[in-house]
């Protein structure tokens, strides 16, 4: 059965890339780690300090960062879009071990045990880019379920679907590890229903009576906490309410792989698993890349990318720039020309209310109307995705949203 | 907050237009054969019309830029408009329903909301300034001159013959029966004779999801349900029931008055609660003033009350207070 749920907007292209390998980019000039804003970090290293693969960097909001690469630690780093802590490769890949593998059987390893281990592993979630100690930490009521979020970011993309298929015993792997820690019952892997390969990979090694199993979703995007909630467990989600909220612990399909894979070799989150598309670049591709690697090294290592394409960062939908490395919450970069389509007044057809995931009416905004739905809305980008006639709807409910919250002070928002 | 998408949907304005004038090809092509090549020129005329005043009011009135003063959307409210004509009208009436389409046409609420539904703003304008001539109803396969200014009253006269709603109006039924009603071959305006040809055409629109089914449904089912509770004294129920459907436009107003997107709530649930009410008033109303085509009137009034149904009827935003949701 396909699950379905309410918003969103389909796409009419299909991903090529999920047929694609991954392949893996370990040349890279260097690795530029990005300090999320208002972060307490405190670094561990020297400026020119000499780092192996696997160091010690810095403690980040409480996660610990490694280096992805070995070579030369140049410090912090401000730049455009936040600040970095810089690593010059030396193209070298000297590996430090600091932790050893886990040799417990981990039927015997409980919540806490689990959650220091993730934390000391520096295991993030490229979902919400938050570090999955701390997503763990908002179970603090109980947890009944465990998700795994195995859908793109964009309809483009196809990195999910290859991890999925790839790294198929890893992902059921860590979702059963994150069972065992938060002592729900059932874990679930989500993809999209298109994906054939994805679930005959899932079925070869899930068995009757497995406490994970495979949900099959309607392709719409986006997928978030909202539309898989809405989709598995037919829950609706408040504005400000999020899954472990009720209960459920969402995870990317690359976070659960990477639970399953440091606990098993001891090595912290190093590589990102990421895919590069778009009409843009030479050739796109699916790739395993370090933590931190430039957009610059990656087109480089893909044959060059067209001279001022913009790159948008996990979705066309939402249309969010790229910045200049990859970071926790980086899915996919998509090179390509912004598409424009000339304005022209509403013809009312309803498509904007149908796309919206939070049940607004966007057109609304047109006529300076719908403070609450401006305040509700997520910025998704569908209904504009989906508008025939060309109205720049997030950037309208945006302007309501900034007017509504002078309105009320601005406290309000 | 958000940024803007990179990327877009295949629909486009024309591309939804396209859809419309799809839908109505059946319609045309069997007006077509019903009443001659009059029903081109007819049709012709408004939609040039509509263009060309559309043109004029988008760059003098409204000084639109160069690329959207050209709406594909005036070919369809052009063609309805001219649908709801009857073929022996002169050819100066659909220049002046094109005026009167363009007219309702850019009057907005709120700058987005359309009051009124164009095409039937201007089939209620020329109804009620030219009765006499938008009532004369000629037998169909009588073909009259396609390029005729005005047509001869007298050759008029020969032909003309009271339509399904007229007949209902003196307490009975189309005495052709129903069949001849559903596949075309019964007297009335243009568009509004051939069901068949406007639910092939429904069947069309729905697939490719434009419009509500749900709503033009609720409002068929309840005409439905309403003329067999409440039968005409000396008429059979079965035929008055179908009779009362098929005739006075009403499957034309189910089809495409109902999901014009522009002038109808735009959440489904406003659209069944205005769909049930214009039900209710069309088939009150033709009770108490018979042979009137009060269907016009009664989705104007609902097109200017849609914002206000809309308002109510909006779905709750989760994890919003009722009271908040309502307000806006």
Redesign the interface.
């Known amino acids: 059965m396909i699950l379905k749920f309410p918003g969103g907007a389909a796409p009419e292209q299909k991903s090529q890339y999920a047929g694609k390998r991954i392949e893996e980019l370990t040349d890279c000039s260097a690795v530029c780690l990005k300090i999320p804003e208002n972060a307490e970090a405190r670094c561990g290293l020297r400026e020119n300090e000499t780092v192996d693969r696997g160091s010690f960097v810095a403690l980040v909001g409480g996660t610990p960062v490694y280096s992805p690469v070995s070579g030369l630690f140049q410090g912090r780093v401000s730049m455009n879009d936040g600040d970095y802590y810089v690593i010059v490769s030396d193209r070298r890949l000297r590996e430090q071990r600091i932790f050893e593998p886990e040799t417990r059987d981990l039927r015997s390893l409980g919540f806490a045990e689990i959650q220091k281990s993730v934390r000391e592993l520096g295991i993030t979630d490229s979902r919400s880019g938050l570090p999955l100690w701390k997503l763990m930490e908002r179970l603090r009521g109980g947890c009944r379920r465990v998700v795994a979020d195995c859908t793109e970011s964009d309809a483009v993309c196809g990195i999910s679907a290859r991890i999925c298929i790839e790294k198929c015993v890893s992902v059921i792997g860590g979702v059963k590890i994150l069972l065992r820690a938060t002592s729900a019952s059932r874990g679930v892997l989500a993809f999209e229903a298109g994906k054939t390969r994805v679930r005959e990979a899932f079925e070869k090694h899930l068995g009757a009576d497995s406490p994970v199993v495979c949900a099959r979703l309607q392709e719409k995007y986006p997928y978030n906490d909202r539309a898989l909630m809405n989709a598995i467990y037919l829950a609706e989600l408040g504005r400000n309410e999020t899954a472990a909220d009720r209960g459920v612990l969402i995870v990317s399909a690359e976070c659960a792989a990477a639970v399953y894979d440091c606990m098993a070799s001891g090595m912290p989150m190093l590589d990102r698993y990421i895919g590069f598309y778009g009409d843009g670049i030479a050739r796109g591709a699916n790739l395993k890349v370090p933590c931190g690697t430039t957009v610059h090294d990656i087109a480089e290592y893909l044959g060059g990318r067209a001279r001022k394409t913009p790159v948008f960062e996990n979705s066309l939908l939402n249309g969010a720039p790229a910045g200049g490395a990859v970071t926790a919450s980086t899915r996919a970069f998509i090179a390509q020309e912004k598409q424009k389509r000339r304005r022209t007044p509403c013809i009312g057809c309803g498509a904007c209310a149908a796309a919206c995931p939070v049940k607004l009416i966007p057109a609304e905004a047109l006529g300076g109307a719908g403070a609450e739905a401006a305040r509700a809305c997520i910025g998704c980008g569908a209904c504009e995705y989906v508008c025939p006639s060309g109205i720049p709807l997030v950037s309208m409910i945006n302007k309501r949203r900034a007017r509504a919250a002078e309105e009320k002070g601005g406290d309000e928002l | 907050?958000?940024?803007?998408?990179?990327?877009?949907?295949?629909?486009?304005?024309l591309?939804?237009a396209s859809d419309r004038l799809i839908a109505l090809l059946p319609v045309l092509i069997w007006s077509v054969y019903i009443f001659g090549a009059r029903v081109i020129t007819l049709c012709a005329l408004s939609v040039g019309f509509c263009f060309g005043l559309d043109y004029f009011v988008q760059r003098y009135a409204f000084r639109a830029p160069a690329?959207?003063r050209t709406?594909p959307?005036n070919a369809v409210y052009g063609l309805c408009a001219a649908l709801l004509m009857p073929v022996a009208a002169p050819l100066w009436a659909p220049v002046l329903a094109a005026a009167f389409t363009v007219a309702a046409k850019n009057i907005h609420?709120?700058?987005?909301?359309?009051v009124f539904n164009p095409y039937i703003f201007s089939a209620a304008a020329m109804n009620l300034l030219f009765r006499g001539m938008m009532t004369c109803y000629t037998r169909p396969l009588a073909y009259f001159n396609a390029f005729s200014f005005v047509i001869d009253g007298g050759l008029i006269e020969k032909y003309r013959v009271l339509s399904p709603l007229q007949y209902m109006a003196g307490g009975s039924v189309y005495e052709d029966g129903l069949l001849p009603q559903f596949i075309g071959f019964s007297q009335g305006t243009i568009g509004e004779i051939a069901i068949l040809a406007l639910m092939l055409g429904s069947v069309w629109m729905f697939l490719r999801r434009?419009g509500?089914v749900l709503g033009t449904f609720t409002f068929c089912a309840l005409i439905f349900v309403l003329a067999y509770a409440f039968p005409s004294k000396d008429a059979e129920p079965v035929y008055y029931v179908f009779g009362t459907l098929f005739s006075g436009a009403m499957i034309f107003i189910a089809v495409h008055a109902l999901n014009?997107?522009?002038?109808?709530p735009?959440?489904s649930l406003g659209r069944v609660i205005v769909a049930a009410v214009c039900a209710v008033l069309i088939f009150a109303g033709r009770k108490i003033f018979p042979g009137f085509e009060c269907g016009y009137y009664v989705i104007l009034a609902a097109n200017a009350a849609s914002p206000f149904v809309?308002k109510l009827t909006?779905?709750?935003?989760?994890?919003?207070k009722k009271k908040?949701?309502k307000?806006?």
């Open positions: 907050m958000s940024v803007m998408p990179a990327a877009h949907s295949g629909e486009t304005r591309s939804k690329g959207v709406d959307y609420y709120r700058d987005t909301r359309r434009d509500n014009d997107g522009a002038t109808m735009m959440n809309e909006r779905p709750r935003v989760p994890g919003t908040a949701a307000s806006g």
